[in-house]
Structures are given as C-alpha cells and as structure tokens.
C-alpha cells in the first residue's frame, strides 16, 4: 500500500481563489510529522508547513494551513487567496516514528496551476 | 542564512563515464540526505548522515553508487559507471533537530542526462 497518496495529479485555480490539495496518508505508528513541500519549475524543494501526529491543532504558516483529520488520516493543504507565484508541484512527505527515523516518503505530487 | 548549496546543476555525461555531486548542508546542520527523484515522482532516499556516519544507506544501489561526507560536513555523491537509468535529479537536503521538529531542507538539485 501508498504511504502517501496524492490523488490530484493536476489542478488549475483562479487567482485569488483558495486551493486545497489532498493527501492521505497511511501508518501504524502513533508517533508520525507530516511535511508539505512546494517545488516550482527551478527544481528546489521549499518546505511550507508541518504537522505532528499529537499536535492538538492544525499548522498554519502565514497564506498555508493544514488540515488535519487523524482519524481519517488526510493531512490536505489549503492555500488561501492563491497567487501566480504558487504554481507549482506540491509534495507531501510522511516522517514515520519519533526522532531518530528522520526518513521522509514522498507522494507523487500535485502540479498546480493559477490561472490569472 | 545560506540555504543548501548542490553543484553542479546540470550535468551531462555518456553512459558508462562517472559523475560527481556535491553538496554543502546548512551550516550547523549535523543530518545529510542524498535523495533522488524521478520525472514526474517524489523524491526518494539514497542515503542518510549523522554527522560523519551513514545511517541509512539501504536504497544505496552499491554496486555502482557511493557516497562520503568526511569532516560531517560537505558530501559527495559518486556514480561509476553511469547507466541510461541513472538519469534523473538528485537532492540534498540537511536537517537539525530543534525541539520537536526535524524539518528537511532541501538544495536545488543536480539534473543528471546520462545518453
């Protein structure tokens, strides 16, 4: 089975639209980081926003928040009042166990296009 | 503060030659990955460094990749000989643990053409 399943592989959205892009997740162990990564054309990988297994609320790191449902084990990402600079693939990444297991798995990605 | 230095950017060799990769972390960063990603997937690990030492190399194809990161600091990862295979974009990425986030950090990449 996927450890990450992004199941969008494309999205276009309007400008100043907000976006959500999904992304489930699957493991036993109750210790886990969730990681969101945005890659555009140039090739870096530019962290966004974290989220840990016994976090009691969802990250937000300025216009990106993560919505975390654990029972369901999704862990979307919502960007607010989306601009032409967001295009690009976005990834998300699983951490799993505690410290010491600091190996991530990826998803395939999501290619987000906004539209002006 | 310097982000993840990788070079070069882009290489192009013919198969069977061998190629290098550089990588110099975030200074102060004791956690080196070496990961490679493939046209249209994520990226996936090569290899982990605590400080000097190799913690997990086991997706490390040893019969023709190496890598070494003397003085826990720069690394180099090498490919001898290259095969068509090989082509693709390897990452390095550096990371500190800072209270309860281990937060990765990646460089630019190398784009790897093999022909």
Known sequence: AQKITQTQPGMFVQEKEAVT???????SDPS?????????SSGEMIFLIYQGSYDQQNATEGRYSL??????????LVISASQLGDSAMYFCAMREGGFGNEKLTFGTGTRLTIIP | ?????QSPRYK?????????????PISGHNTLYWYLQNLGQGPELLIRYENEEAVDDSQLPKDRFSAERLKGVDSTLKIQPAELGDSAVYLCASSLRQGLTDTQYFGPGTRLTVL
């Open chain 1, 21 to 27: 892009l999904d992304c489930t997740y699957d493991t």
């Open chain 1, 32 to 40: 886990y980081g969730l990681f969101w990564y945005k890659q555009p």
């Open chain 1, 67 to 76: 919505n975390f449902q654990k029972a369901r084990k999704s862990a979307n």
């Open chain 2, 1 to 5: 503060e310097a982000g993840v230095v």
């Open chain 2, 12 to 24: 192009i060799i013919e198969k069977k030659q061998p190629v290098a990769f550089w990588c110099n």
